[in-house]
């Protein structure tokens, strides 16, 4: 599904990214993890066209999107949940699960996205006239992952989606996440709570100063003890 090679982002000249590999297979969900200020963020933005790159090739779906712009992507089947979660505070959360859609042109189909969202996060329904910004946190994380799928996605990239939200709330978002891939959408997820990424990661990638440092499977990566000691606290 994405394929990132000798991927290298910078900022004013400033290197973030340096060599960054990276494969999302299709249907698996594959976490990128590693301590703050590595670069996890700044490889998404660059797989989004948000950021631009230095040098390297992303391919998704097997054809180069280097030169697509970011708008463009999404038409591809890339959606990007950016950390923050960057809603839209002063609109209802119905309009922003509608603005998730806003370069579809199939009014059946998008409301059948809608009540798939609705399904996943029942709270949604219940506050689809209620102003975003109102929220809580946890509210406003499942409202930022309901507004991505609104794409229909092929590939939904995840930036944090712990980030600022009760534990509860946590449990059910990474819950929903696999059920999201269950129903075949791929999967790459940038998380702060490194142990529940790699629990439910197929694969895992570990990213340090920029440059991926350790790969393997979700269970390879938590039973390792240089990931356990650097980056678990163990």
Do not use: C
């Not at 976490?31 to 090739?57: F, H």
């Not at 946890?138 to 980030?163: F, N, T, V």
């Not at 979700?218 to 980056?231: P, T």
Request: proline share 4%; aromatic share 4%.
């Amino acid at each position: 599904m994405l394929e990132v090679r000798d991927l290298k982002v910078s900022y004013g000249g400033v290197p973030a990214v340096l060599a960054v590999d990276l494969d999302v297979p299709e249907g698996k969900i594959v976490a990128l993890v590693g301590g703050n200020g590595n670069g996890k963020s700044t490889t998404l933005r660059a797989i989004a066209g948000l950021n631009a790159t230095d040098a390297g090739e992303i391919r998704l779906g097997g054809a180069s999107i280097n030169e697509v712009p970011a708008h463009e992507r999404v038409n591809l089947g890339l959606s990007l949940v950016p950390e923050g979660r960057r809603l839209f505070a002063r609109l209802s959360v119905l309009r922003n699960l509608q603005l998730g859609a806003y370069s579809r042109q199939d009014p059946d189909e998008i409301a059948a996205s809608l009540e798939q969202v609705f399904t996943w996060f029942p709270i949604l329904r219940e506050r689809r006239t209620q102003l975003a910004g109102t929220m809580s946190g946890g509210e406003q994380q499942m409202l930022a992952i309901g507004r991505g799928l609104m794409a229909r996605p092929k590939l939904l990239m995840l930036d944090e989606p712990s980030w600022g939200i009760a534990p509860r709330f946590v449990t059910k978002v990474l819950e929903t996440i696999q059920e999201i891939n269950a129903r075949g959408v791929s999967i790459l997820l940038v998380e702060q709570n490194l142990h529940k990424a790699l629990a439910i990661a197929d694969h895992g990638y570990v990213i340090q100063s920029g440059r991926i440092v350790l790969e393997g499977s979700g269970s390879e990566l938590l039973a390792s003890d240089d990931v356990r000691k650097a980056y678990l606290g163990l």
